[in-house]
């Protein structure tokens, strides 16, 4: 190696290890104060490490058994892989039909998307809680799935628009020519071929969905009590439990970054998938 | 006939799902916000109320100037963390998936963990800062309206820098190296390189990323009510955490549609402004 690359392979080294390590610190944070007992945290001077007479699960303990945060966990899971499964079928067929089929007012529907997919989330939430509590929905494993799953759709039929355009016309019309109808093309041809592309829209509105908060806080309180509300709710009168808090954060977040640690590739061509074509 | 069906199927059914579930609602929201709390028509009395509440407005233009800084500053400072990640032979690898973590934690998570680190007296930034002879006092980040404002503006930066990053890596990997070869034999410098080459042609990205984080930015709800929950006082307040406060906290529905309804108007006007013309470029081409 001649002294030039020598050198930049040492730069290389330091700039990666400077930019993982500003990534990586607030999940490190994150472990730094579960694992403390919570009159450690309010320490002026930090433990960068949790020294080993202060060291105490205690705080993993306090919200997994002395709580119903498993309840929610699975409140949280099942809401959003049903509601992403209703997302991503309803989606993808409708960027179908937009991408295929000869539609009149497509422009209107374009605008229609664009327009919902910008307003925020915020201004839905009063007007679906004065429509939804008269029907015995509020606080409803049903009426998540089914805020999950339809707000989904305008987004997430955007997102597959541009890989729908450029599926090829003729392996359509070899369906269309077997007599096959429109659903059955997308579920038997076109669906098979786009794994990768929706593999990756799933994942990307599994997260979206998992992490967040304003819906489950709106909606559900008890029964389909999801997980990021009951994290707000561990303060306590006395204080906030800063250790318990971070702990239920961090189990919360385990199951993210470990499907994005085995998807990244899925989930980096879902992200970028608009802007190289 | 059998088309029209499979059109019904496919594009109508989902069309319809989110019309009823959302638009139809937003529409009544409309309707509802003319009436007061007994039910009775006011006309526009609780508009009168919402262009006479400071507050509302001051959290409008809190929203704006919020999305306007995080989302300029998380594109250029994006474009140039990707240019220098471009130039890492040893590591990017590693870099690439660390960069997805932030990414991937809930904005909920993220204000938490952000209450510890920026805390006053317990506060590993304060500590820091003070230890490296920055400050001579800790600084009041979550206590004092302009340090929470800044609070809040580094956390989602971080957080979300990196989603820009990603986006721009990946397009800089697909411009063909023979640019760049024919930039060094004509004898360019690495910052006419840059200019010339990298930003020319990551200008669709850059405008792309920009329109997603803006959107994201202006539904600003999740990190804020988790950091500050809007404070100290209502310095922090975004639009979206001033209607949730009155509409389900306070029990104001009609004003709260008032509110939704106004703040709705508002980001049609940027759609129709911003996000159409730019987001119409994919499809006709």
Redesign the interface.
Known sequence: MTRRTWF??AA??V???I??G???F??Y??LV?SLLPESA??????YWIPPRDLFTVQAYVGVLIGSRFFMYMFNSVLIVTLGTTVSLI??T??S???AK?R?RGRTG????I??????????????????VSPLGLLDTHLLMI??Y???G??MF??FA??YM?DFPDDMLDAGRIDGA???RI?AQIVTPAMKNVLTALFLLRF?WA?????FS??FTFDRAKMM?PA??ELPELYG?P?AR??AG??V??VP??A???AF?RN??SG??G???? | M??N???F???W???L??FI???L??L??VW?SFFDRRGLFVGLANYFQVFSDDRFWNSIGFTVRYALIVTVTMTILSLL?SV??N??????G?????????W???????G??????FSQ????IN?TLLRLGLIESRLPWLSSGGYARLAVYLSRI?KDV??GV??FL??RQ?IPREYYEEAIVSGANPLQTFRMITVPLLG??AV??GTILL?FA??E??MV??LTAGGPGSATNT??VS??RH??LFGN?EY??AL??V??MF??V??VLI??PV??K??RR
């Open positions: 930049h392979q290389s080294a700039g990666a290890a930019i993982a500003i990534t990586i607030p999940l944070w994150m104060i945290v309010l320490n002026p001077r930090p309803l989606a067929s409708m179908f039909s937009l089929y539609v529907v374009f605008y229609f664009i327009w919902s997919l910008s307003l925020p989330w915020v201004v839905y939430i009063l007007p679906i809680f004065e429509v089914m805020l799953g339809f707000s759709v305008p039929s955007w628009l541009p355009i109808s429109g659903p997308l997260i998992y992490n967040d908060l304003l806080l709106s990021l994290l707000l906030i800063y808090m971070m954060a961090l919360s977040i993210i970054i499907l994005v640690l990244q989930i980096v992200l970028t608009r802007t190289i074509k | 059998k088309q069906r499979s059109l199927l496919l594009l059914v989902p069309f799902t989110f579930m959302f638009t609602p937003l009544y929201g509802l963390i220098s990640i130039q890492i032979t040893l590591g990017q590693v870099v690439k998936s660390t960069m997805l973590i932030p991937a934690i809930s904005l909920t998570a993220w938490l963990v952000g209450r510890i680190i007296q317990f506060g590993v500590w971080l990196w989603f990603l986006l990946v397009a697909s669709n990205t792309y990323v959107i202006l539904q709800f999740d009510y988790a639009a979206a209607i949730y509409g389900v529905y709260g549609t939704a309804t703040w709705s980001i049609s940027l759609v996000f159409v987001q119409m994919g499809v």
